[in-house]
Every structure is written in C-alpha cells, then in structure tokens.
C-alpha cells in the first residue's frame, strides 16, 4: 500500500517529491528559470541554490545548451547505441580530455544508478571477484544495484523491505564522529587504515574495487581529511583492488576543478558520472575508463548496452554544457566559491544550532545539532515527535526566496546553487537561510 508521500507524489506526476520537503505541502510548482533563478506557476521566484538535485551546473535556460539539443533533434534525434554517431563520438573524446591521467575509454548509460552499476559489473568482470565496498553514508543511487550500493540507512531500508540487497559491503566514512582522532592527519591514517581492515576481512582476492563519492554529497558534503585518499590509492594497488570515484555530484566544477578526484590529486581507475554533464536538461550518465581496463573490456566484447544510453541529443547537450564550464563556469565557481564559505561559516559562529560547515568549491552543508544535547535533531524530532526543525529551516528559506536541498542523513541543510550564481545572488540565499534559522529556533 503507497504511504501518504508517494499517493501525492503519483497525484502531482511527480516520481520523487524529496522526503525532506514538509508534508502539508510547500513544494512550489516550478514552470520556468533563467541562470541561478526559478519560477513557480504562481511567478514567485527563488534563487535556485540546490541546482534542482545539485545537476543543474550551468544554470537554467542556457542557450547555448538548448541550441545543441535543438540542433541535434533537427538533424537527427536518435541513433542507436549499437551504431556510430558523430555528437556521441565528440562527447566521449571530449570526456577522455578532461577526466585524469590514462581515464579515456567512455561507456555510456542514463542515470547515475546505471553508471555505478555499469562501473561495478566491469570492476568485477576484469578483476574476476565479485565483491564492491562502498562507505556508510554515502549515496549510489535508488536502483536494485545501486541502491545496494548506497550506505544511506532510508535507501536501504526501503530496497530490503521489497528486495534482497546485492549484498555490497560498508565502511565507515572519514568523519571525525566515526574515529577518535585529535588531527586531520591522524583522521585520515584512522579512517584508511579501517578501509584496509573491512578489506582484509572480506578477503582482498574477493573484492573487486572501492567505490565512493570524492566529497559526500547528499550524504554531507563532506571532504575526506588531507592524505586520506592517497592513502586509499596505496591501499588499493597493494590489494589489487580497483578505485572507483563516484562524480555524479562532484563532476563538472561542482568542486572548483573538472572533478572531485582532481580536487584530491588522485587517479581512479574507473570514473562514474551523470547530472552536469549535460547540467541535467536531458538525461546522460556514464563510466570513463582507465585504458588499460578499457582495452580488457574491448578485447571481451563486453556488450551491456542500453537503448537510451548515449542518446544524441544528450550527447549535443554535454558537448555545449562542457564548453559552457570551459568558457567561463568554472572560473566562476572558482572565483565566487570562498565567498559562499565565507557567508555559510558566518553561520556556524552565530547560531549555537549549526554544529559544523564542511564542503568545497559549490558544494556545501550547514549541520545541525541540539546545542544542549550535542544529538542530530533528526533523531530526536523523527516521526509522530514533531516536524524536523532542519526541515523548518529550509521552508523558513524557501518562503523568503531561496531553495535548498536536504541530505541523507536530514540533519544538514546542502548548498548547491548552479555555478553562474553571483556574490550578490549568494548574500540574499544566505540571508535567506539565516533568517530561517532565527525564525525557526
Ligand atoms: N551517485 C551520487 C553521488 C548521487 O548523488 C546520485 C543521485 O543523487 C546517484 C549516484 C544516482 O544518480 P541518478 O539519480 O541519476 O540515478
């Protein structure tokens, strides 16, 4: 029987009214939006600072963007993925350019789930184990196989009331409330070296890659501490274990570079994205592949194709939105990105609520906590108990103009906005969220 939520998400032809929205229903009807702005049916507009679910990079109604897809639709809107097409071809060269180091094979798929499931199957084929470890707390996607993947309890609890899980095993993230450590540095040796444990545990010849988000991102925009992921990359070649970055958020200047591993220094051996890289006017995602991992794949004719993957004008619309964050998006992230965490950290000293801000480049989260109890309200105000006041915090904003999004767990408020946002867009969304903080507590 479908609970309240999805009855009106069916009744709006919505698929996924967020779980974080308030359920008496202030979800605004979005008809139209221009760069870091949105409109609802009513014309009341709201600086977009979740980016829709932290996609939407380039902003909204690029024109160089809706051209491509115009264009393409024009000349031919389909060609099948088991044939050449020349948008499909640019996109994949053009992906191999910009991902790290020897990543340059491109395999395409549709959404964010399929990419990490298509990740995993190759991982597992050329590495001929069959076992995946993503971190607690994080988020894979919603399908059978990525939804196993994912370490996000509500994820998870909803695939095994329906469903077996996959099985995939967890670790813990590099958060300082996971370890006992008294430096950044010591937090990284901690949370690696843990890594290597549930590794070893598993049985490093049945374990077939690590796979994790360079920054959290709806599971809390969290950065692992310097040193961690080189760390990891030691860990993984000792192991013969292959590392998998999941970009789905953090690809296409979310973090200030290309992707989050570049943010990090470090190189993958596989690659997953999706949302930017056509900044979601159309859905694309895929894998990009170390060559020699590529060539392994090739050579075994690996064929798990899918209709809808690497659809042409998906292809057209990645190849403008990556010259769009070329031609100046990223430099924008770039430039206005310190102000934004200058603004957000203001928060964090004024109000005794907010616990920690942590993020980078434009991708943040403002946690909350009880002051007294040092306990995430979303505990102790889940269920019948009353509404979650970080929930409160996000209507209070969004009725003084600016949205933004929820994390997994729903103790953070994530800020996102679309990379063309200026610094004046940024001190009214961040107004707006304080305002909502002293309306609320
Ligand atoms: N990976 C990460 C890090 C995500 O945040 C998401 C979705 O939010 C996914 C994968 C799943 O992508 P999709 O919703 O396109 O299946």
């Known amino acids: ?97 910009i991902a790290p180091g020897s990543l340059s094979d491109v395999l395409f798929a549709v959404s964010g789930s399929e990419a990490n499931e298509l990740a995993c199957g190759i991982a597992r084929r050329v590495q001929d184990a069959p076992k995946v470890l993503t971190r607690w707390q994080s988020y894979h996607g919603g399908t059978y196989g990525a939804g196993s993947l994912t370490g996000d309890p509500n994820t998870r609890a909803t695939l095994e009331r329906h469903a077996a899980t996959t099985g995939a095993g967890k670790f813990l993230p590099p958060l300082p409330e996971c370890f006992d450590a008294d430096s950044p540095e010591e937090l990284a040796e901690q949370a690696a070296d843990h890594v290597e444990f549930v590794i070893r545990n598993e049985g490093p010849d049945s374990v077939a890659a690590v796979l994790m988000e360079p920054v959290g991102g709806t599971s809390g925009a969290y950065p692992a501490p310097p040193g961690y992921f080189e760390r990891l990359r030691e860990i993984c070649d000792e192991h013969d274990v292959l590392l998998v970055a999941d970009e789905v958020i953090t690809g296409f200047g979310r973090c200030g570079e290309w992707f989050g591993v570049d943010t990090e220094g470090i190189r993958p051996d596989l690659l997953t994205f999706a949302k930017g ?165």
Request: one cysteine or more; proline letters at 5%.
């Open 1 to 97: 029987m479908a609970n309240e939520g999805s009855q009106r998400a069916i009744a709006t032809g919505s698929t996924a009214i967020p779980h974080w929205y308030d359920p008496d229903g202030d979800v605004p009807t979005i008809v139209e939006g221009e760069d870091a702005t949105v409109y609802d049916d009513e014309g009341t507009a709201y600086l977009d600072f979740q980016a829709q679910l932290y996609c939407c990079n380039a902003g909204h109604s690029n024109d160089v963007i809706v051209e491509a897809m115009t264009g393409q639709a024009e000349r031919i809107p389909y060609v099948s993925s088991a044939k050449h097409n020349d948008a499909r071809s640019a996109l994949a060269r053009r992906l191999g350019e």
């Open 277 to 441: 890289v056509t900044s979601a006017y159309v859905p694309l995602a895929g894998v990009v592949l170390d060559d020699r991992i590529g060539e392994t794949i090739r050579a075994e004719e690996f064929d798990l194709g899918q209709t809808f993957a690497g659809h042409p004008v998906a292809c057209a619309a990645g190849l403008a939105a990556i010259g769009e964050y070329e031609d100046g998006l990223i430099g924008n992230a770039n430039a206005v990105g310190p102000h934004l965490e200058s603004r957000l950290r203001e928060l964090e000293d004024r109000y005794e609520e907010v616990r920690t801000v942590r993020g980078r480049g434009l991708l943040w989260s403002v946690v909350f906590a009880d002051p007294v109890t040092g306990e995430p309200f979303h505990d102790s105000f889940a269920g019948d108990e009353g509404e979650n006041p970080v929930a409160a915090v996000r209507s209070a904003a969004q009725e003084r103009g600016a949205l933004f999004g929820g994390g997994r767990p729903d103790d953070q408020v994530i800020v996102s906005p679309p990379l063309c946002v200026t610094e004046s867009e940024i001190d009214e969304a961040v107004d707006a969220l304080a305002a909502g903080v002293e309306a609320t507590f």
